[in-house]
Each structure stands twice: as C-alpha cells, then as structure tokens.
C-alpha cells in the first residue's frame, strides 16, 4: 500500500440542520485513482468541496501529508479541481487559458511557456495553442480545462464529474485519456461520478456512497464482485437476487442452501450462518445461464423480454414461482442454446462459484 497524501477523519458537514456527510473517514493513497460512486445528492460534490476549501466541515479534519487543511484558504492548497461546467475565458487563446495560472503567480515568461507547452502536449492539443475556446470541440475544451489543471502541478487533482456533458464516444476517448495521463503524471486524481461503469474502468479504488455514509471502499473488482450489502450490489451494475435458505451449516468451508427449490453448495461466506438462515443469493446477469427447455438443469422459466445488444443477447426470464431473472450472455450463433425467442419457454441456471451471499438484513 502507498503511503496516504490525504485523510479525511470524522468529518461531517450540514446544510439547514440535515446531515449531509456523516462522521466520514477515508485516507487517500499518494499517486491514487480514487472514485467517490454514488447517486445524485448523496453527498459526492459536497465532500469534493470541503476538500477543495469551497466549504468548511462542521466537524472532523482533513490532513494533507499530515498539514491541516481546514483553515487553509481554497487559492492556498495544494489541489486543483475541475468541474462539469468547465469555464474557460472565452477571449483568451488555448495558450492564454492554460497560462492564466502560473502568470498570476508571476512565474518567468520562458518557464510559463515551457511549462504550457509540456501540459499541453500531454493532452495532446500542442497544435491549438492560438484557438480560442469556441474553436474547439467539447472534448478539446475540456483538455484544456485538465491542462490547465495539471499545469500548476497540484498534488491532487478534484474532478466533479468532468465528462459528463460530452457524449457517449468522446466521453469513452476522454475515460482512457484521463486514466493514461494520471498514470503518466502520477498525480493523485479524486474523481466524482453517479457513472458505475466509468468508476468501474478508471479507477484504482472506488468509494460506494449512500446519504453521505460510504458503503464501501475497494478494488473495482471488489466493489461489483463482493458487494459489501445490497445497496452496492443494485448500484454498481445490474444483479439478480434469490432468496435462499440454509440446508447444512456446517459442512466445513462449504454450505448447502436451498435457491428456489434447487440444492446448490456455497462457499462458506464470511458472516456466520446457521441451519434454516434465510439469506440473499446475488447473481449478475452474465453469470446466468439460459438452457433449452427440455434440459434437465436449472428451473423452468419464459422469456418476457428479450434484447439484442450486439455483443450481448440480454433478457429478463419470469420463473414459473414468478421469481424474474435478468440474463446477459454472449451472443453466439452457433450455440443452440441462444436460440430462444420472446414468450418461448427455457430453463435457467448459473455458474457455480460466480453466487454471492449476503445476510438477510443485508441493507
Ligand atoms: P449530484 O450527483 O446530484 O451532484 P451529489 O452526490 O454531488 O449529487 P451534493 O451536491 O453533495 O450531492 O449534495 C448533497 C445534499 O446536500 C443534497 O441534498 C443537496 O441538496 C444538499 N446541498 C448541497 N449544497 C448545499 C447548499 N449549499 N445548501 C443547502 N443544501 C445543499
């Protein structure tokens, strides 16, 4: 583990007597992708605020490499932020914009050029630099918002939602570009976005959030593949859950459960269980198997819904106990098992081992 650049202890902020973040703690590793995931209002923007100086906590503290942050002026901490609504001067060239800061610091003529010229060519806008803002493209506009960012050399880096206003391609170009140039610089990035998939394929670490209470903190892979309760599990991406009841407790480092009337064997989860426990089992979709329906595995369903998404063929089941199940599978014309229409009957199964368990009173 890296050494922390930023902790953030107990700290809690209010608005009009509601509690918006809760006696929040969170260190943030040197050099990190760190991703505050969470849906509209939970507190993401708030949290990236106090960080930045825009706000001030009612409670708690935030440390930067061990020098408190709280009554240090916004203009005086060592972090740069870039918001959805990026403002660049609109009369001022490409050049002018990414310079403004270091001018304003009165750094020497050859050194602001140097110093432009190399943040520009990280973005890769070095042949725009006499453009003014509403000569570019969105994209390229908000390459200059990073630029000018980066070009101050923060050790961090606050970014609220920066591609959301660019379109589905441009924001998938940016995702990769942004992700390569925090490699690159090594400077420790804090992204803010309500986009699971975009918090799943940039970061290091994401930050699940729930009314300014985090949920969970870990590895994409962490997050969507072990959720820590259901609220993560329904947030980042889609998943099926099946009531489940405990058949055999105590067979070692597997449990028996029963899941819709089939007998399937479990790893041990990490929270104690006993005979007869009621229990969630969470499934994402891909992991869900579609079979004929004169198979003999699995359980008897219909096909309500059914979506081809081109690398996918997607579909929601109803089990005959009304139970629905969503299903995502590869689509492969020479596998007879897609071969199966709307309203037509199936059987559905999964991959052993892919189940996930939680505790009934799982939040
Ligand atoms: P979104 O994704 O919609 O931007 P968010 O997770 O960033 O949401 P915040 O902007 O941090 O959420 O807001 C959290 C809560 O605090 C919301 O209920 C919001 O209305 C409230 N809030 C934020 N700023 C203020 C303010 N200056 N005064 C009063 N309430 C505020």
Redesign the pocket.
């Known amino acids: 583990m890296k050494k922390t650049l930023l902790s953030l202890r107990n700290l809690t902020k209010q608005?009009?007597g509601k509690t918006?973040l809760d006696s929040l703690d969170l260190d943030i590793a040197d050099g990190e992708f760190i991703t505050l995931l969470?849906p509209?209002?939970?507190?993401?923007?708030?949290l990236l605020r106090l960080m930045a100086g825009f706000e001030h906590p009612d409670a708690g503290s935030i440390s930067l490499a061990g020098e408190e942050l709280i009554d240090v002026a916004p203009e005086n901490r060592p972090l740069n932020t870039v918001f959805q609504h990026y403002a660049l001067f609109p009369h001022m060239s490409v050049f002018d914009n990414v310079a403004y800061g270091l001018k304003m610091e009165k750094r020497p003529k050859d050194e602001i050029r140097q110093r432009v010229e190399e943040a520009l060519a990280m973005v890769q806008l070095q042949d725009y630099v006499a453009r003014k803002p509403h000569q570019l493209s969105g994209g390229q506009q908000q390459r200059v918002a990073i630029a000018r960012a980066v070009v101050k050399r923060p050790k961090m880096l606050l970014l609220d939602e920066p591609l959301s206003a660019l379109d589905f391609k441009l924001r998938r170009t940016m995702q990769v570009e942004l992700k390569r140039l925090q490699r690159e610089l090594g400077i420790t990035f804090v992204f803010?976005t309500?986009d699971q998939e975009e918090a799943l394929s940039m970061s290091d670490r994401v930050v699940v959030f729930k009314d300014g209470v985090v949920q969970q903190l870990g590895t994409p892979r962490e997050v969507y593949e072990r959720p820590a309760n259901l609220f993560t599990a329904r947030f980042v991406g889609e998943t099926n859950f099946f009531p489940g009841r405990v058949e055999a407790a105590d067979a070692g480092d597997s449990i028996t459960v029963d899941v819709l009337g089939l007998k399937r064997t479990f790893r041990r989860p990490d929270f104690a269980v006993v005979d007869g426990q009621s229990l969630h089992v969470l499934l994402r979709p891909e992991d869900i198997r579609v079979l004929a329906p004169d198979d003999t595995e699995g359980l008897p369903g219909r096909v309500v819904e059914r979506n081809y998404k081109g690398s996918t063929l997607d579909s929601v089941i109803h089990l005959e106990d009304g139970t629905e199940v969503l299903a995502s599978e590869f689509f492969d014309e020479d596998d007879p098992t897609f071969d199966y229409r709307l309203g037509e009957p199936v059987r559905v199964s999964w991959v052993d081992g892919w189940e996930w368990l939680l505790p009934e009173e799982s939040a």
């Open positions: 608005f009009d918006v969470g509209s209002g939970c507190g993401k923007t708030t803010v309500h």
